[in-house]
């Protein structure tokens, strides 16, 4: 036995097997790895929730009024009350009373049933004003106004009487179940066709638009039997409600199908941006375009969210004045993201081929 220490085996300890890897190498093996999808989701994941919350919150935790489209009926020529009323008012809320003019109430009622009014102002002898606010087109600004109406009166020496003249559903003091059923048909929506792509990843083009279409539907009728029926909380006109709820849903759906055909595994993140991040906060739903930053009550109603809560709030609240526009928005969408997934389909990961394994041998 010799005493000389034992010298470590020279072909698995040194050599070129064993050199230490480079930076770039040791990056390639990383990126080749599963901890690299990870840590890009942590970071993103990171990024979307500071953004959800800012998005949120510089919509919606301080609405502040820009501009409040007001129907007058009275003379050209305010009184001298009326117009330090209306100064009052402008100074209270920070905004302008965006006045158009009309020579009768029912001219004024008119506008509001057309949505382009959230007020009436009418003008009385004896330095008294009326003012006519509506909950059913903005809870939010219907609010404000019933609020600074009566101390702006008192500090300008002006009588002022305030009623609602289009109240909101009792079951729904607030205005906020049409935010939350479109909001549900949203999420639902682009999540459904999330869990097709996973669950059942073979489905052809044609067949997962048809199911996307299937879910729509059903979801969309339960939706609105449950706020409607079961909870009775507004009172839709069901049909119309439905299918706008399918529309709303298979829009969304599509919509996660054309960013998967594009962008493949991070096809989440345009879909999130789009419908949550910017879509809903800009929709109106809970809180009312006027008040909403300028930016966002523009964007808002040509993404498919704010689309669905006008369509589905002038259908539950204005029925005789629908606009054509939020129905165009949500039809424009679902071409779109059908189109887009049509002509790539190739891309989509998923599908299966048109014969099974084996077919052709056995025909053979």
Request: charged share 15%; hydrophobic share 50%; net charge neutral.
């Amino acid at each position: 036995m010799s005493d000389q220490p034992e010298r470590p085996d020279d072909s698995g300890g040194h050599g070129a097997h064993a050199r230490p890897r480079g930076a770039g190498e040791k990056w390639h093996a990383f990126k080749h790895s599963p901890f690299f999808p990870a840590s890009v989701l942590v970071m993103i994941l990171a990024a979307a929730a500071g953004l959800f919350a800012g998005s949120y919150t510089y919509a919606m935790a301080d609405p502040a009024p820009r501009r409040i489209p007001t129907a007058v009926v009275g003379p050209a020529q305010d009184p001298p009350e009326a117009a330090k009323f209306i100064q009052g008012m402008e100074k209270a809320l920070g905004s302008s009373l965006e006045l158009h003019r009309y020579d009768s109430y029912p001219e004024a009622e008119e506008a509001v049933e057309a949505q382009r009014s959230f007020a009436v102002l009418r003008v009385r002898e004896a330095g008294r004003v009326e003012l006519d606010v509506a909950s059913a087109s903005g809870a939010s600004v219907a609010q404000l106004l019933q609020q600074a109406g009566p101390k702006v009166g008192k500090a300008v020496g002006v009588q002022v009487s305030v009623r609602d003249l289009k109240p909101l559903d009792e079951g729904d003091p607030r205005g906020l179940a049409i935010f939350y059923i479109s909001l549900a048909a949203v999420i639902i929506g682009f999540v459904g066709a999330i869990q097709l792509s996973v669950h059942a990843r073979a489905l052809n083009p044609p067949e997962r638009i048809a199911f996307t279409a299937a879910y729509a539907l059903l979801g969309g009728f339960v939706i609105a039997a449950v706020v409607d029926w079961l909870l009775d909380a507004v009172q839709l006109p069901f049909v119309h409600s439905w299918m706008l709820l399918a529309l709303t849903m298979f829009t969304s759906g599509m919509v996660f199908t054309m960013f998967n055909t594009l962008f493949g595994r991070w096809a989440m993140i345009p879909t999130w941006g789009v419908m949550v991040l910017i879509g809903n906060p800009s929709s109106g739903g809970a809180v009312s375009w006027p008040l909403l930053p300028s930016i966002f009550g523009t964007i808002g109603r040509w993404l498919p969210p704010g689309a669905s809560v006008n369509a589905q709030h002038t259908a539950v609240y204005f029925p005789g004045n629908l606009h054509v526009q939020p129905y165009l928005v949500l039809a424009a969408w679902s071409v779109l993201s059908c189109t887009v997934f049509w002509l790539w389909r190739h891309r989509h990961p998923g599908g299966r081929d048109p014969k099974p394994p084996g077919h052709a041998a056995a025909a053979t």
